[in-house]
């Protein structure tokens, strides 16, 4: 099950839990949401405060391992949006709106996955290389 956390904080771009840092270092300024998944991940949402270019970043925090497992960013140049209408649609996805009419819909894995859709990049999501994803980011048509 998906649940929002309140006990998270960005400060300084690293990650605060519980008032302690975890002494991970992350992009952006705007803690939007944190949700605990039901694999005791925490999923982030991060916006950097750029009125004009904004940029959501989405990151996937191990408690266990203390790092980040897996991230993505929505962008344009040029194009502003807004996070907003966070929707848990179950316990493996949900829906939110940024930057696009129709929104995207987030769906987390039960295990990695093996990936090759650095091949094939998605017009305004930029993700780094790996070859295993956690999660997968679709655009609601």
Request: with cysteine.
């Amino acid at each position: 099950m998906i649940k929002k956390l309140t006990n998270i904080q960005i400060h300084n771009n690293t990650i605060i839990i519980d008032g302690h840092d975890s002494k991970v270092h992350i992009d952006g300024t705007c803690l939007e949401v944190a949700l605990l998944t039901a694999e005791n991940n925490i999923l982030l949402f991060v916006t950097f405060d750029c009125p004009f270019e904004e940029i959501l970043a989405i990151y996937l925090f191990d408690l266990q391992q203390n790092r980040i497992i897996d991230k993505a960013m929505i962008y344009q140049m040029y194009y502003t949006g807004f996070f907003s209408d966070l929707v848990i649609v179950s316990e493996k996805s949900l829906s939110f709106e940024f930057m696009i009419e129709g929104g995207w819909t987030l769906a987390l894995f039960d295990k990695p996955k093996k990936s090759l859709s650095h091949l094939l990049p998605m017009s305004m999501v930029k993700r780094p290389f790996s070859l295993t994803r956690y999660f997968s980011l679709k655009r609601n048509v």
